[in-house]
């Protein structure tokens, strides 16, 4: 008799589950912790020059500094301003653009060869072209932002749009659903993963935008604060600019990530 008729029955575990990741909790924040701690030990022993890094101490002590002075909140505020008009502007503009390059043929054809145009331009060389358009103060910093932003959502909206199952479209036509129904219920909850990683790109784009706006006539804002230190060679005061962009951009991603729980529950 054979081992497994001896033993009885076996469970055979599961193996279906797909290439869904599972959450690791506090793996990302023990690599950021042992690289500053690794940048710090290298600074103080000598290893890692002043002139290169500095102390994510002395960065440490130089950010609370800022926060304690009340120039955090003016900077931070007026950059988030920023970035959430040109932001909006731009990726709203994009969604419906993109949405209608997937829909119409008429619109596809006439704006997609617009689009790829555009699409490789540095927009950073655009800033005097915006400057001259719409003057210096906050509208060319919108009209930057929002431009960047616009044209990768656009190209990432219509590929989603392309890229949702033809057979469950026809099959909503099968069942006698409208065009209006087939859009809503099939073709935007099928484009919204695609949609989603493409704005993840184009807010990143949008922060790059954003310090390069306000190097060039802002007084406050991250850029013009970063500007200022880089000017000064204030290492410090550099570093405590570019760990606030990244808190902003990891705070973005978070964003991006609790939409896509909320509107993406449908997928196992």
């Known amino acids: ?5 001896r033993n009885g029955p076996r469970e055979v575990r599961f193996r279906g589950g797909g290439f869904a990741p599972k959450a690791r ?21 000598g290893v890692i020059s002043a002139l ?3 102390r994510p101490s002395d960065v440490l002590a130089t950010f609370v500094e800022l ?3 009340g120039l955090l909140f003016t900077h931070l505020g007026l950059s988030l301003s920023r970035l959430a008009v040109g932001a909006a502007l731009g990726a709203g503009t994009g969604i419906a653009v993109g949405f209608a390059i997937g829909l119409f043929s008429y619109v596809r054809a006439g704006l997609v060869p617009l689009v790829a145009a555009l699409f490789p331009i540095p927009k950073i060389a655009l800033l005097p072209l915006f400057v001259i358009w719409f003057g210096i103060d906050e509208v060319s910093k919108y009209a930057l932002i929002a431009f960047g932003t616009f044209t990768p959502t656009v190209v990432a909206t219509y590929g989603a749009v392309d890229n949702v199952d033809r057979s469950l479209i026809r099959m909503g036509q099968s069942f006698g659903l409208s065009w209006l129904s087939i859009t809503r219920k099939i073709v935007l909850p099928g484009a919204m993963p695609g949609i989603l990683s493409g704005l993840r790109i184009s807010l990143a784009i949008a922060i790059i935008l954003l310090v390069a706006a306000e190097m060039l006539g802002a007084q406050y804002g991250i850029g013009a604060y970063i500007l200022e230190a880089g ?21 973005t991603s978070a964003a991006i ?5 909320r ?6």
């Open 52 to 54: 290169t890094l500095p």
């Open 1 to 5: 008799m054979s081992d497994a008729a």
């Open 231 to 251: 000017s000064l060679y204030d290492l410090e005061r550099l570093f405590a600019g570019v760990v606030i962009l990244s808190l902003l951009g990891v705070l």
């Open 263 to 268: 509107l993406l529950r449908w997928r196992v």
């Open 25 to 45: 909790r506090g793996v990302g924040a023990a690599v950021f912790v042992v690289l500053i701690l690794l940048v710090e030990w290298g600074t103080r022993a």
């Open 67 to 69: 926060w304690q002075s």
């Open 257 to 261: 990530s609790w939409l896509e729980r």
